[in-house]
């Protein structure tokens, strides 16, 4: 009897435990559910779109878009020679790195890839991370803490804000590349921390205006401060293809960026001084604990490196088609080969881009949180791959069909409702 007893004390007891885990999971599902509802009824919900790319065209079920919402600036992505480049390296070396870096992951492409990219940002060495968040992720906890004090501008790309939460550094926002307002919260708060590290976009991702760069690192000099700066929208594009820092003629003591954008491939990397790259090699987490990049992805990068050393008319060409949009539409000339077109609401910018996919363009609308509240956008991307009868006739479009007489709202008022 005491054996039956026993066994029946535990069915009931795991008839419990899974009665307590159904209601558990009912009660994960109601949130998400209320959540998701919450997003829809501010037009805010996010969904997945199957994709497939050929080159500046997408195909989306059964429509064949122009789009012009890409960061392939250079159209390497798709380019023959870094296909061949790729594949090579799957025939030498395999599919994946198998292991941490600092374990067996650091294939030999590895040390050619980052004597590159120190050699192109004029820096003695470079450290290649897993992506571009999980360079500034992984960098900015490494050189600053609890002790520490952050100045990040208020425009700044996610994964620097990511990284300034883990790192437990004081944190103060400057208005959008605002070089008084910095000098105003270095002047109150440098004395009260022992480092000072500056963070910005080269070229600010959602907005395609560059950071000024030059004041910033003399702000740094004059308040010891560091200055990092994410260069991936700038990197093969400006500076004749060296990046944002390279075209002002100035040298950041941190530069970040990605292989992602121009280069066509994927990883981030970070080129700076010697030590400051070794202690990053032996310190950064997300280079300690994640498995190292594919050998395909590093080779690629490297024959996107050749392609924008050899042919500075392509690197030229994004920007370039960027300014005869803005020429076309009145406004203020591009800076980069992003052009964002301030609609404010969620609504009109969802609208805006289901306009451009009747006149047959794939131009995604950009809400919240990505953008500060009111700044909703259509966030339009130039790439060398794209035709300039076609950058005149998306200019044709938005005009008629979008601004309807209207003009976007300017780069001050976006950063009004970003201070």
Known sequence: MAGLDRLATGIISATAEAQAGDAMAKSLDLYAEQKLAALDARALRRR??????????????????LSFSCNDYLGL?????????????????????????????????YAVLE????????????????????????????????????????????????????SGASLHVFHHNDVGHLEELLEQHRSSC?????????????????????ALAQLAGKYDAWLMSDDAHGLGVLGDGAGSAAAMGTAPDLQMGTLSKALGS??????????????????????????????????????????????PERVAAPHAKALIFTRMLGLPPAQSPIVPLVLGTEEAAIAGSAILEDAGFAVVAIRPPTVPSGTARLRIAFS?????????????????????????????ETSRLSA
């Open 77 to 109: 992505s798709v380019h023959p020679r870094l296909k061949a480049a790729a594949k090579d390296a799957i025939d030498r070396y395999g599919v994946g790195a198998g292991a941490s870096r600092l374990v067996t992951g650091n294939h030999p492409l």
């Open 266 to 311: 994927y990883g981030g990397y970070l080129c700076a001084s010697r030590p400051v790259v070794e202690l990053l090699r032996t310190r950064a987490r997300t280079l300690i604990y994640s498995t190292g990049l594919p050998p395909a992805q590093i080779a690629a990068a490297l024959a996107a490196l050749d392609i924008i050393q050899e042919e």
């Open 115 to 166: 004597r590159r990219l120190a050699n192109l940002k004029h820096t003695d060495e470079a450290c290649v991370f897993g992506s571009g968040y999980l360079a500034n992720t992984g960098i900015v906890p490494s050189l600053v803490g609890r002790r520490d004090a952050i100045f990040a501008d208020a425009l700044c790309h996610a994964c620097l804000w990511a990284g300034t939460q883990l």
């Open 194 to 214: 022992d480092r000072a590290l500056i963070l910005t976009d080269g070229v600010f991702s959602m907005d395609g205006d560059l950071a000024p760069l030059p």
């Open 384 to 412: 060398a791959l794209h035709n300039d009868d076609d950058v005149l006739r998306l200019a044709d479009t938005v005009r008629l069909k979008v601004l309807r007489g209207a003009m976007p709202m300017t780069m001050e």
């Open 48 to 65: 997945l779109s199957d994709t497939a790319r050929e080159g500046v065209w997408i195909v989306r079920g059964d429509r064949r878009l």
